[in-house]
């Protein structure tokens, strides 16, 4: 998840908001928001195509 996400906010401020202490915990923590995000859209475009299919 980009920093876009979080409406431009710097990456000082998202460690604010998530309690991180150190950059290496945000930026981790965005990498796997990153992934999940990219799992979730592939599940839901599997469930459109086999939808539409299904017309």
């Known amino acids: 998840m ?7 906010a710097t990456l000082r401020e ?10 290496r915990a945000a930026l ?3 990498h796997t928001a990153a992934e999940r995000d990219r799992m979730i859209a592939d599940k839901l475009g599997q469930l ?3 939808a539409l299919k299904a017309q």
Do not use: C, P, V, W
Not at 2 to 8: E, L, N, P
Not at 14 to 23: P, V
């Open 2 to 8: 980009s920093h876009r996400a979080f409406g431009d």
């Open 28 to 30: 981790i923590n965005q």
């Open 48 to 50: 459109a195509e086999e």
């Open 14 to 23: 998202l460690m604010d908001r998530m309690g991180h202490s150190t950059t």
